[in-house]
């Protein structure tokens, strides 16, 4: 007769299993480079003032990421813990007391230059396939891939130039104004697991009125079908043998793709 687990069985083993020693030892595995990868990016800060190296931080916020922490504030208050230490020196053979400050996350994260940030990407994507862990998701010898946009972030105040917009309510009395970033993405599908493959940022188009003004808007259609041009030519130039086959919406139907 089989033992009954009770609810504070499971409380009991769900304590005794720590997720963040399980999570290290899976990139330890399989991506023993990782870390080498970080610390061969461009480092911009004046060396006499750093205390934490880029490994550090970028494991620190990989780490927080994985264990569903999206806020920097939470970051700071709640994943510093002597748990988390341990498992970060355990793994970078150091000695930190505690780990950087959310500010300090901030700064040397927005400081990386994003081409950098997607050759580790590319490694990742790389080494998953070549392992042949994925080959069991491809359809007739195919992965698939699905290309879609998302909206990363939204806010009334006024962002960058690469930031789109939308005005709502025009020429009322509640008009505003939305800034956003928004990527178009491809993904990797395989079962229920995405990885990405390629990130395309999307801006506003310029146009020109009958009088000859021109203008920046975001048009849906137009924007993401000008990108995708470049997101497949990354994948192109990432993966040129990667055999696959592409899954996308209704807009992708209108215009050669």
């Not at 399980?22 to 480079?33: A, G």
């Not at 870390?35 to 780490?63: E, G, M, P």
Request: hydrophobic share 35%; proline share 2%; with cysteine.
């Amino acid at each position: 007769m089989k033992k009954r687990i009770t609810r504070k069985m499971r409380r009991e083993l769900k304590n005794a299993v720590n997720p963040l020693e399980e999570l290290l030892i899976i990139m330890k595995q399989y991506f023993p480079k990782l870390t080498n990868w970080i610390a061969d990016l461009t480092n911009t800060r004046n060396q006499s003032y750093v205390k934490y190296d880029l490994k550090v931080c970028f494991l620190t916020q990989i780490l927080a990421l994985c264990s569903a922490y999206q806020s920097m504030n939470k970051i700071g208050r709640d994943f510093n813990s002597d748990i988390v230490i341990d498992n970060i020196n355990h793994i970078l053979k150091t000695d930190y007391t505690e780990l950087p400050h959310k500010d300090t996350l901030i700064n040397v994260i927005s400081s990386i230059k994003f081409e950098e940030l997607e050759k580790i990407q590319t490694k990742i994507i790389k080494t998953l396939i070549r392992s042949k862990m994925l080959d069991k998701y491809r359809f007739n010898g195919l992965f698939y891939v699905v290309i879609d946009g998302t909206n990363l972030y939204s806010t009334r105040v006024n962002l960058d130039e690469q930031a789109i917009t939308k005005v709502f309510n025009k020429d009322e009395d509640n008009e505003y104004t939305l800034y956003s970033y928004y990527a178009l993405e491809a993904k990797l599908v395989c079962g229920n697991m995405t990885y990405s493959l390629a990130t395309e940022f999307v801006e506003n188009e310029t146009y020109t009125d009958k009088d000859g003004n021109t203008y920046r808007k975001f048009d849906k259609q137009d924007c993401e079908l000008k990108e995708s041009y470049g997101l497949l030519k990354k994948i192109k130039n990432r993966f040129p043998k990667l055999p696959i086959i592409i899954g996308g919406d209704a807009l992708y139907l209108g215009r050669p793709f």
